[in-house]
């Protein structure tokens, strides 16, 4: 694909001479093939074959009129840029050659306001390489890496490497990622850098862009309703939740869970490959989790000799351990028919439990003794929601046809989240269940039925059905623990939508999920 130009570049050059064959920066660069253009900086992206040297380059020519004076000024500024970053050296980023400006290595006829050369990267374009089907996710998990270290070392140098555009990167022969085609815009931030970089993760996993100002070769990623991105899973069902997450996470601006920085991404991005490389390992040894997400396999066991030898330990030390208990009971038994009630091991007879609740978690206050405390309102009898559905800032939803189980008053029948592999909010803030209610109710008390112990959840009021999540208010919050777990209101709250969040997992060996069984809402009177 180097050797010929792109068919599905879908652009014309402008600017004059700008064609293949014709000559640039005082003859010295002949074009050799187009490769695309940045229309927000009016960047067009070329091979080029320098003469003196006698080596294939990278251009990107910046292409205006010289009256004009902001294209000037922003073709100044674009250069200066790029100068500074001649000293930056990395293998996610293609070496700056030379800067060539106005009346220094071109002149006003060629319709040139500036020109960036750079060292030529052999490989293939990133158009090209989603035009058929998207990348494997863990592939673009590791590509994304390469190229998010380069970032992180370009800010730490104060530097903005301006990847914001999908046509000025190409997937080296070695499989890698790279900056070919240096510039950035006048007025690009450390930001938009990190914004890229979630952009080139949903690229490689979709084969959309989702970023303004791409280029029409490419589909722009599509929108829900709400204004907030589909997230790549929605689109590819093969995806894995940590990676579309993290990709619409890093793209987005609002919200509390976004990733801002690149070091942030370079982490997630570390966590997300390790946990589908050990998904990838556990099935092609033919072990797969259910959907409760236990593990099995038919795959005959390996025979060890080591291993036999531990479980014959085992058995023996439980026989000897049985035949100890079974001797003890033979003595209670006798001991219990002897006249002397003092002879054998004394028994002790367990007073009967009490049938009161157990006592409240940290979350709520200790029932009263008598009456209503002080400043607390009495409870009427339960109202049942409209609806209940998952609540998914992040876009993609756990269990969803399950989320009417915990409305439907049977605590037998639950709804549980997905299986992590990382605790919230490391992939994502959380996730929760929002309900609402025919008329506004004056909420005094919501009462957990069959949660797991550990979660952590957060009780908040919310205006809508489709809520930001920093629009929400928190009302309470609540370690679950034992059959029953209440989140008791200091002060009742009328509202007509609610939300359970889970903020933190229950952790179980390593993997993380939430089940419930039922939610019960209690007006205050």
């Given at each position: 694909m180097d050797e010929k130009r792109s068919?599905?570049?879908?652009?014309?050059?402008?600017?004059?001479?700008?064609?293949?064959?014709?000559?640039?920066?005082d003859?010295?660069?002949?074009?050799?093939?187009?490769?695309?253009?940045?229309?927000?900086?009016?960047?067009?992206?070329?091979?080029?074959?320098?003469?003196?040297?006698?080596?294939?380059?990278?251009l990107t020519l910046l292409v205006g009129d010289p009256a004009d004076a902001e294209s000037a000024r922003m073709a100044r500024r674009t250069l200066e840029r790029?100068?500074?970053?001649?000293?930056?050296?990395?293998?996610?980023?293609?070496?700056?050659?030379?800067?060539?400006?106005?009346?220094?290595?071109?002149?006003?006829?060629?319709?040139l306001l500036g020109v960036v050369v750079t060292e030529w990267t052999k490989g293939t374009d990133l158009i090209d390489l989603v035009a058929e089907h998207p990348v494997a996710p863990l592939t673009a998990a590791r590509m994304v890496q390469k190229l998010a270290g380069a970032v992180e070392r370009a800010h730490h140098a104060g530097l903005v490497l301006g990847l914001d555009h999908p046509q000025r990167l190409r997937l080296t022969t070695d499989g890698t990622l790279r900056l070919a085609f240096p510039g950035p815009l006048p007025d690009a931030t450390l930001r938009d850098d990190v914004k890229a970089i979630g952009a080139v993760l949903y690229l490689l996993l979709t084969g959309r862009w989702a970023l303004p100002g791409g280029p029409a070769a490419i589909p722009a990623a599509p929108h829900a309703p709400n204004g907030r991105l589909v997230?790549?899973?929605?689109?590819?069902?093969?995806?894995?939740?940590?990676?579309?997450?993290?990709?619409?996470?890093?793209?987005?601006?609002?919200?509390?869970?976004?990733?801002?920085?690149?070091?942030?991404?370079?982490?997630?991005?570390?966590?997300?490959?390790?946990?589908?490389?050990?998904?990838?390992?556990?099935?092609?040894?033919?072990?797969?989790?259910?959907?409760?997400?236990?593990?099995?396999?038919?795959?005959?066991?390996?025979?060890?000799?080591?291993?036999?030898?531990?479980?014959?330990?085992?058995?023996?030390?439980?026989?000897?351990?049985?035949?100890?208990?079974?001797?003890?009971?033979?003595?209670?038994?006798?001991?219990?028919?002897?006249?002397?009630?003092?002879?054998?091991?004394?028994?002790?007879?367990?007073?009967?439990?009490?049938?009161?609740?157990?006592?409240?978690?940290?979350?709520?206050?200790?029932?009263?003794?008598?009456?209503?405390?002080?400043g607390q309102a009495q409870l009427g009898a339960p109202v049942k929601p409209a609806s209940a559905s998952v609540y998914n800032p992040d876009g993609d939803g756990d269990n969803t046809s399950r989320a009417k189980n915990l409305i439907d008053g049977d605590p037998g029948t639950t709804w549980r989240t997905d299986q992590y592999r990382q605790q919230f909010p490391t992939i994502k803030q959380g996730v929760g269940i929002i309900v609402n209610f025919d008329n506004p109710i004056n909420l005094g008390k919501v009462t957990?039925?069959?949660?797991?112990?550990?979660?952590?959840?957060?009780?908040?009021?919310?205006?809508?059905?489709?809520?930001?999540?920093?629009?929400?208010?928190?009302?309470?919050?609540?370690?679950?623990?034992?059959?029953?777990?209440?989140?008791?209101?200091?002060?009742?709250?009328?509202?007509?939508?609610?939300?359970?969040?889970?903020?933190?997992?229950?952790?179980?060996?390593?993997?993380?999920?939430?089940?419930?069984?039922?939610?019960?809402?209690?007006p205050a009177q």
């Open positions: 068919e599905h570049v879908g652009v014309r050059a402008r600017g004059g001479s700008l064609a293949p064959g014709s000559v640039v920066g003859g010295r660069y002949r074009l050799l093939a187009q490769f695309g253009i940045d229309e927000r900086a009016g960047a067009h992206l070329w091979r080029a074959r320098d003469g003196q040297l006698r080596r294939d380059v990278a790029a100068a500074h970053a001649a000293k930056f050296t990395h293998e996610g980023v293609a070496r700056v050659l030379d800067v060539l400006s106005l009346g220094n290595g071109i002149t006003s006829s060629e319709g997230p790549p899973r929605s689109l590819v069902p093969s995806v894995p939740a940590e990676l579309s997450s993290l990709a619409v996470r890093t793209i987005e601006d609002g919200g509390h869970g976004g990733i801002r920085t690149s070091a942030a991404i370079l982490q997630a991005l570390e966590l997300a490959a390790e946990a589908e490389e050990r998904t990838q390992l556990i099935n092609a040894s033919g072990v797969k989790p259910d959907d409760d997400g236990t593990i099995w396999t038919t795959k005959k066991p390996v025979k060890d000799k080591a291993r036999r030898r531990k479980l014959a330990l085992g058995v023996t030390v439980l026989v000897v351990a049985a035949v100890a208990i079974l001797a003890w009971l033979g003595m209670l038994a006798i001991s219990f028919f002897q006249d002397s009630p003092t002879a054998g091991p004394p028994i002790n007879v367990a007073q009967p439990t009490s049938t009161a609740a157990p006592p409240p978690t940290s979350s709520e206050a200790p029932p009263p003794t008598s009456g209503s405390p002080s957990i039925d069959g949660g797991s112990a550990g979660t952590v959840v957060e009780l908040r009021a919310a205006d809508s059905k489709e809520p930001p999540l920093s629009s929400t208010r928190v009302l309470g919050t609540a370690t679950l623990n034992g059959p029953t777990t209440d989140i008791t209101l200091p002060q009742p709250q009328q509202g007509e939508y609610f939300v359970l969040w889970i903020s933190q997992l229950t952790n179980s060996s390593g993997k993380y999920q939430s089940q419930m069984g039922e939610l019960t809402f209690l």
